[in-house]
């Protein structure tokens, strides 16, 4: 694999460099592995996959032990290039790109100011003293409404039919608390679960609620109360912090645990078996 991703360290600037690289005899099966290479080291390099702190996307979690994980910084592995989580990045920036050129076409922002704001950042709330912030995909200030892109294959559709699960419904309304504290009018909430795979957005499923804050500051209380836990067991040392989070219940049934450092297959229990993955 000949693949570099850094300019070359030899290379001197003060000649007219060539517009075009030279023909290299690359063998083709060669030269799509490189294609192959240049793409996974751009997933596992984007910011959404080196994101080390917890974010709104995570707080709500139900699993005592995948939230006490995130914030106590373990590091977690990926078994292969997130791919589908690529899928869902790349549909956003898509979407994000249509409702800004949008706004852009009707000259929104010298006229009747913007009705929608795309990936606008806002702070959620605190842990630990550390401000947590995140991005949402769409805020539409006509309806006083936020939007949250899922892009999700046919399992995840179908449940999401009964509703969202506890952790979209706390990210939802963490965002729309963050946007009332900037001042915005948010009334409600939304989910957009768009399917991967479908042949067209037919099969999508439009959950909306209203905006409910407590819902928001008791995920935000909750983790607060796990970093607390954390920061307590930390004077003690990193060995009593990893003890207490490896003897957290997980969910059932999760295919992911494996990322992280103390999984062992016989280590799961069935505290939440009664909560269906949704
Ligand atoms: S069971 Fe799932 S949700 Fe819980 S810690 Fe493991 S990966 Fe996270």
Redesign the pocket.
């Known amino acids: 694999m000949t693949i570099t991703f850094e300019p070359p360290a030899d290379f001197d600037y003060s000649i007219e460099s060539p517009r075009y690289g030279a023909y290299q005899g690359i063998n083709p099966r060669a030269g799509l592995q490189e294609a192959r290479a240049l793409i996974e080291h751009a997933i596992l390099h984007q910011p959404r996959s080196l994101q080390k702190r917890i974010g709104p996307s995570e707080i709500g979690?139900p699993?005592d032990?995948?939230l006490a994980?995130k914030l106590a910084g373990w590091p977690s592995t990926e078994k292969d290039v997130p791919w589908l989580p690529f899928i869902g990045t790349a549909v956003h920036s898509a979407l994000e790109d249509m409702f800004i050129n949008h706004e852009i076409h009707r000259n929104a922002i010298n006229t009747t100011g913007l009705r929608y704001l795309g990936e606008h950042r806002t702070m959620v709330g605190q842990i630990d003293g550390e401000d947590i912030w995140g991005s949402v995909d769409l805020t539409d200030l006509a309806t006083g409404m936020t939007v949250d892109w899922k892009i999700v294959g046919k399992t995840t559709l179908d449940a999401a039919r009964r509703g969202p699960s506890e952790v979209y419904r706390a990210q939802a309304h963490l965002y729309a608390k963050g946007l009332c504290d900037e001042g915005f009018d948010i009334r409600h909430v939304s989910i957009a679960y768009l399917p991967r795979n479908a042949m067209s957005l037919a099969q999508a499923v439009w959950w909306t609620e209203p905006h409910n804050r407590a819902v928001a500051e008791n995920a935000l209380a909750r983790a607060n109360r796990f970093a607390l836990n954390i920061r307590a067991l930390r004077t003690i040392g990193q060995e009593a912090v990893d003890g207490w989070i490896t003897n957290l219940p997980?969910?059932a049934n999760?295919r992911?645990?494996e990322?992280?450092p103390d999984y062992k297959p016989q280590a799961r229990d069935d505290e939440f078996s009664d909560l269906a993955r949704k």
């Open positions: 979690t699993c032990h995948c994980a997980r969910y999760c992911d645990c990322r992280f």
